[in-house]
């Protein structure tokens, strides 16, 4: 992220990294998780699940800070976000 200046704390802040895992099953395809995401990281796949509904996927992985906000919105609950654990 670039910024116009940098922050005090820059070098003390680690961004979290997630992982996106969906049930493919339980999904609706309302969106809502694709139209919010602050990073972009799912779109809406062209598949179809069991009940006849576009579900999300996953496109980058890597840009997941793990704000679980997919995972709030989701009425469903087909969709939620776990943390990867840093690597030492």
Known sequence: MKYWRDPLDLGAIQVSKG???II?????GCEFCV????RNVIQMSKAFNIKGYHFP??????MCVNCH?????CPEFAIFSVAIPEKN
């Open 24 to 28: 493919e099953g339980r999904c609706k």
């Open 35 to 38: 139209t919010y995401c602050p």
């Open 69 to 73: 906000f997919c995972e709030s919105l």
């Open 19 to 21: 992982r996106v895992i």
């Open 57 to 62: 996927e996953v496109v980058d992985e890597s």
